[in-house]
């Protein structure tokens, strides 16, 4: 989701994609989680993590931590006081909050978590190798299988393909089984009462007791990730209270049960209302021409493919791609990779998380679901992710050659990615705005 419009918290930044920032998520709570009864069977060829790359909020200031490990927890104590008071003018009953707040404390582990986000970095074929790998395509497969009523019924309503409600299900929390044990009053708290971004983190604290207060869940039974992000499908609170959907009829949106329906009905509600075009694909991977001018790889142009396979654009088989609406190219590892024309709901899976990656994992995964080919070019293996100081070295450095990326600060977005091209196009370098480590040293 750009900039926060996204459900879920959590980040991943992978090389050469979207303006996100890099955070691997061990196997922790990154969606719903399912176990006991109604839970998902997973295949028996294994479980796999949540895999989720997403973009986290733009800081609002860099302060340390509020709240050093070794002192008391009375200032943060004494910060809930004041919160309440805020709370109370939005509207949240005084009986919430006591419940709410009942126990909770300062969590220095979730400030050192936030803090070390920046420096993890994935490759896009290290990222998909485990979003697309064998076992989750299996576990896909049986999670569909044992829900397909369920989905069926989900896919008709919403008009969103089961598949890929599965494939967002797969990538969030492993089908249910990393849904996030972490109360989630204490870690918007916490997050909150930080004096890095505290302005968003607020506002989810406040949509979370909402949450209570319509009587969805109880405190104790609102867990999530460490970065705010519950159930099986990984909503934020904001997201949540705008899009989550009661589909058992029971009176609750329930998206932290074992039972995921609410969860993914969810889901496709939310995909459905940011205009997802059913039946039409995400992308569809193509062979480029000899010669391409790699100044066409850029989501402001948009042809059709028909138009496309003009310029010698075509599908794996050699083939024009079916004229499914306005599609731009898309190269997220440069020339050297994979080549795909994507459509709207590329636009419409990036509103879930704004990642190049992760739109890429759940519609490949979601293809590979229904039985479609792996990816079949071959990616740049023996290229490897910048660091975050890596990122930013390339930042000053094209900036210092007239190439400005308007900041410095690690994150290979649009701007980044135009100031290569130009710096590329001025070096008779082929322009495919990719920010690999031979660019640097170039730039070096």
Do not use: C, M
């Given at each position: 989701m750009r900039a926060w419009t996204s459900v879920a918290v959590l980040t991943v930044a992978l090389s050469g994609g979207a303006q996100a920032d890099p955070l691997g998520e061990p196997p922790h709570p990154s969606s719903r989680a399912a176990s006991e009864p109604g839970a998902v069977q997973l295949a028996s060829v294994g479980v796999e993590k949540s895999l989720r790359p997403a973009l986290r909020p733009s800081a609002t200031g860099q302060g340390e931590p509020a709240v050093q490990s070794g002192d008391s927890n009375q200032r943060f104590q004494n910060w809930i006081g004041a919160f309440k008071d805020r709370a109370r003018s939005q509207g949240i009953s005084e009986t919430v909050l006591e419940q709410a707040f009942d126990g909770v404390t300062y969590d220095a582990d979730i400030i050192k978590r936030d803090r070390n986000q920046s420096e993890f970095t994935k490759?896009?074929?290290?990222?998909?190798?485990?979003?697309?790998?064998?076992?989750?395509?299996?576990?896909?497969?049986?999670?569909?299988?044992?829900h397909g009523r369920t989905l069926d019924a989900i896919e008709q309503r919403y008009g969103v393909e089961k598949e890929v409600v599965v494939a967002v299900w797969g990538l969030e929390s492993a089908y249910g089984t990393y849904r996030g044990k972490t109360d989630i009053i204490r870690a918007l708290a916490t997050l909150s009462f930080d004096a890095r971004r505290s302005q968003f983190f607020e506002q989810q604290l406040i949509a979370a007791l909402k949450i209570l207060q319509n009587g969805d869940t109880t405190p104790r039974k609102m867990t999530g990730s460490w970065a705010g992000a519950m159930g099986h499908t990984q909503f934020i609170p904001t997201s949540y209270l705008d899009y989550a959907v009661d589909f058992t009829g029971d009176g609750k949106r329930d998206i932290w049960?074992?039972?995921?329906?609410?969860?993914?009905?969810?889901?496709?509600?939310?995909l459905a209302r940011f205009g997802w075009e059913t039946g039409k694909p995400w992308g569809v991977e193509v062979r480029l021409p000899k010669g391409f001018d790699y100044r066409l790889a850029d989501r402001k142009i948009e042809r059709l493919p028909s138009d496309w396979a003009r310029l010698g654009v075509v599908s794996m088989a050699g083939q024009p791609v079916a004229d499914h609406g306005a599609a731009s190219v898309l190269l997220p590892a440069g020339g050297k990779g994979a080549a795909f024309l994507i459509f709207r709901n590329f636009s419409v899976i990036e509103r879930y998380n704004a990642a190049d990656a992760?739109?890429?994992?759940?519609?490949?995964?979601?293809?590979?679901?229904?039985?479609?080919?792996?990816?079949?070019?071959?990616?740049?293996?023996?290229?490897?992710?910048?660091?975050?100081?890596?990122?930013k070295e390339m930042q000053e450095r094209l900036t210092a050659r007239?190439?400005?990326?308007?900041?410095?600060?690690?994150?290979?977005?649009?701007?980044?990615?135009?100031?290569?091209?130009?710096?590329?196009?001025?070096?008779?370098?082929?322009?495919?705005?990719?920010?690999?480590?031979?660019?640097?040293?170039?730039?070096?």
């Open positions: 490759t896009i074929w290290d990222y998909l190798d485990s979003a697309a790998s064998e076992t989750r395509i299996a576990n896909g497969k049986a999670s569909l299988a044992q049960s074992d039972d995921p329906t609410d969860a993914l009905a969810s889901t496709a509600a939310y992760y739109v890429i994992g759940v519609g490949h995964l979601s293809d590979r679901i229904k039985g479609g080919p792996a990816i079949q070019a071959a990616w740049p293996r023996d290229d490897r992710a910048l660091t975050l100081k890596e990122r007239g190439f400005d990326t308007q900041g410095v600060d690690g994150r290979i977005g649009p701007l980044t990615i135009s100031a290569v091209r130009a710096f590329q196009v001025a070096s008779g370098l082929t322009p495919d705005g990719y920010a690999s480590l031979g660019l640097l040293n170039r730039l070096r």
